[in-house]
């Protein structure tokens, strides 16, 4: 069973186009997190939300709305597509609970190209 | 803020040469540290972490890093590469003060490429 879920892998639309990513996890943790890669592969935390609260939320533009439904999914749903939001976007979950000390687990991403 | 700095961009070593990847970080607490592989269209992969403890941490593939707190490093370590430890190699801190708004940040990564 894959620990941490995203679909779709790839995604390509076209600009002002609005579209998800869904991602799941199935170990158990309270914690998701939305990071995001850029071309140069640097990593940057995005949202993060703890028992389906949102707990950061890092100067991303209002176009991008992450949502909770329960603490084992979080949704990531872009409106008005920009060629600058191109990327791959990681979801990851950890166990808040244990003061940071669980690593956090990784989906397999999915490539967001805007053309 | 919290922040880490892998100074190389990529690392060469031969097969069968030890190898170093080198991670300096800061925090404001003490730190939670953790390293992490991506291989090419692949996500991230944890291979070890330093919580408390021992300075010296081992994980998964024969991969090593030592706890420095004076050079404030966590330097990743292996004593003989293999072609297959060709990766993106990632470096990232966890402030351990933070409680559910505790975040790990990434450094920029190094490329390790192994050859025969």
């Known amino acids: 069973d894959t620990a941490v879920s995203q679909t779709p892998k790839y995604l390509v639309t076209q600009m002002g186009n609005d579209k998800s990513i869904k991602c799941e996890q199935n170990?158990?943790?309270?914690?998701m997190y939305w990071y995001k890669q850029d071309s140069k592969k640097f990593l940057k935390i995005m949202f993060s939300?703890?028992?389906?609260?949102?707990?950061i939320n890092e100067t991303v533009p209002n176009r991008f709305s992450p949502k909770s439904p329960d603490k084992a999914h979080l949704n990531l749903h872009i409106n008005s597509l920009e060629l600058g939001d191109s990327a791959v976007y990681f979801c990851?979950?950890?166990?808040?609970?244990?003061?940071?000390?669980?690593?956090?687990?990784f989906g397999q991403g999915t490539r967001l190209t805007v053309v | 803020a919290q922040s880490v700095a892998q100074p190389e961009d990529q690392v060469n070593v031969a097969e069968g040469n030890p190898l170093t990847v080198k991670c300096t970080y800061s925090?404001?607490?003490?730190?939670?540290l953790f390293w992490y592989v991506q291989y090419p269209n692949r996500g991230l992969q944890f291979l070890l972490k330093?919580?408390?403890?021992?300075?010296l941490v081992k994980g998964s593939y024969g991969f090593e890093a030592e706890f420095n707190k004076s050079q404030t490093s966590f330097h990743l370590k292996k004593p003989s590469a293999l072609v297959s430890d060709s990766a993106l190699y990632f470096c990232?801190?966890?402030?351990?003060?933070?409680?559910?708004?505790?975040?790990?940040?990434f450094g920029t990564g190094t490329r390790l490429q192994v050859t025969l």
């Open positions: 990851a979950s950890s166990q808040a609970g244990t003061g940071g000390r669980t690593e956090a687990f």
């Open positions: 170990l158990g943790h309270d914690t």
């Open positions: 939300y703890n028992n389906k609260e949102l707990i």
């Open positions: 925090v404001s607490g003490n730190p939670y």
């Open positions: 330093y919580i408390t403890g021992d300075n």
């Open positions: 990232a801190v966890r402030d351990s003060g933070t409680g559910t708004a505790s975040k790990l940040t």
